[in-house]
């Protein structure tokens, strides 16, 4: 049994760069975006860091994590070379996916990082099929799911909280509810607005947490990470969570006031952790710039490595394909 955490200053100032780091990160990706040197689609995390963070940390070597396409600061809290993360959203051949899947298809099974899903909800029976592989290897990992609250009117969703329960899979389920699903409000698409309590039907235990704080984050995913890991089966959690920013980038945002996104700026989960750093004085405003130069530095290598790196040869479309080599329309060279 893993021990549980303390939250310490050390852990705040980790938090506070990572988290500040991500956004930044992603702040640059949508300068790009708008440039055109990152082209398709781009869901930004933008007001969700804290869900990461605090998950992170209840996390053990091995554990795995998959989710949605609101996916690249992911594999770079599990470890995955940032500047590779930006060579794929623009393209390049030095990407995690050799610049062949963009945006919502960040991947490394080496830092155990299994996607970037673009069909909502598609990741959900894959965790729990990952969550089955450990539990028949007898391997003690866990997995964590993660969907937005419009996933969970799939079907899918339905079927893998059935299964999960049925084969006491070692997986944990966390909804990050956002409030919207695109333009769609919870209120909108459902009765009942408490999601987490969808786990009551099979019997799942469940609850909800603070998204917008990494401490009640890591507190929420620990318990159900041990449950998971000593063989008492899944969890569903729900990260009551926001994001300022559209959907993606083409988002006029008709359905919801500034007003709400301001409400919610004041909780922003950055502005938090710095706000306990300078409370509790777990640094001064010296060392908490050096903090924010060095996030503005490794902003500046991961779009100059981007920048620098080649878009993928011709050939390399018909490299990492599935294809029947007598397929009739499609000839291998
Ligand atoms: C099966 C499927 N249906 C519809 C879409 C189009 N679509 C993309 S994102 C999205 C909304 C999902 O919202 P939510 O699950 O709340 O995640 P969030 O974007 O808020 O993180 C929809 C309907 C899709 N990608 N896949
Ligand atoms: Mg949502």
Known sequence: MAKKKKITKNVYLQWYEEMLFWRKFEDKASALYIQQ????????????????AGSVLAMEKGDKMITGYRNHVQP????VDPRRIMAELMGKET??????????????????????????????????GLAFA????????????????????QGAFH?????AMLYNLPVVFIVENNGYAMGTSVARSANHTDIYKLGLGYEMPCSYFDGMDPSATYDAVFEAVERARNGDGPTLLEARTYRYKGHSMSDA?????KDEVA????????????????????????????????????????????EESDFPKDEAIYQDIY??????FLKIQ
């Open 253 to 257: 945002q008709h359905y919801r006031t």
């Open 263 to 306: 409400d919610y700026q004041k909780i922003d989960p950055i502005n938090t952790v710095l706000k306990t750093i300078q409370d509790k004085k777990y640094a001064n405003e010296e060392e908490i710039k050096e903090i924010e130069q060095r996030v503005k530095d490794l902003v500046k290598e991961c779009v100059d490595f981007g």
């Open 323 to 328: 294809a029947q080599e007598d397929y009739p």
């Open 134 to 153: 450990d539990k028949y290897k007898g391997d003690k990992y866990v997995t964590l799911t993660y969907m937005g609250d419009g996933a969970v009117r």
């Open 95 to 128: 990407g995690t996916s050799k610049g062949k899947g963009g945006s919502m298809h960040m991947f490394s099974k080496e830092h155990h990082f299994y996607g970037g899903h673009g069909i909502v909800g598609g990741q959900i029976p894959l965790g729990a």
């Open 159 to 163: 079927e893998t909280l059935n299964m």
């Open 37 to 52: 040197k990152i082209r398709g689609f781009l869901h930004l995390y933008n007001g969700q860091e804290a869900v990461l």
């Open 76 to 79: 770079i809290a599990l470890g």
